[in-house]
């Protein structure tokens, strides 16, 4: 039985362990504490009840068990722990380095170019809009039969 306790007190700061009779059966409570748990049911107790016949039979297996579901508990808040910090991590530098990426010379002129493009269409049009005057102007006229000659 103390083989079983010594995991689990390994495992945490400290196990306290109540025992209390009520008529003929015994009931056993273990508790394992821990200041910073990673996860609350870290320190979730384990509480029997039985005849000392039965708790003698039983008990050290019931241990076991619940200190290796707990080491794997454990385990597994841990790496997900680990895992939260490489991600955010990775996240801040990603962060870090788009904010102290300067911005290219192509990004800077093609911010001129669109100023200088803003400008060409309005030309453009104005080039269309007097040449369909002087079309027009040259269709009311009529046509030069001396041209066809």
């Given amino acids: 039985m103390f083989t079983e306790l010594a995991a689990l007190v390994r495992a945490s700061e400290k196990v306290v362990v109540t025992l209390t009779m009520q008529?003929?059966?015994?009931?056993?409570?273990?508790?394992?504490?821990?200041?910073?748990a990673a996860d609350a049911a870290l320190t979730t107790p384990l509480a029997l009840s039985a005849t000392p016949a039965e708790l003698d039979e039983g008990f050290?297996?019931?241990?076991a068990g619940v200190t290796a579901a707990r080491q794997s508990l454990a385990e597994q808040a841990?790496?997900?722990?680990?895992?939260?910090?490489?991600?955010?991590?990775?996240?801040?530098?990603?962060a870090t380095k788009a904010l102290a990426k300067p911005a290219t010379p192509a990004e800077v002129?093609?911010?001129?170019?669109?100023?200088?493009?803003?400008?060409?269409?309005?030309?453009a049009a104005s080039?269309?809009?007097?040449t369909k005057v002087e079309g027009s102007a040259a269709a009311s006229r009529g046509t030069?039969?001396?041209s066809l000659l």
């Fill in 23 to 36: 008529g003929d059966l015994m009931s056993i409570v273990v508790v394992p504490v821990i200041k910073n």
């Fill in 60 to 63: 050290a297996q019931a241990l």
């Fill in 78 to 94: 841990e790496a997900t722990k680990s895992l939260l910090e490489a991600a955010k991590s990775s996240q801040s530098s990603k």
């Fill in 109 to 123: 002129s093609n911010s001129s170019d669109d100023e200088e493009d803003d400008s060409k269409p309005q030309e």
């Fill in 127 to 130: 080039a269309d809009a007097s």
């Fill in 144 to 146: 030069d039969l001396a």
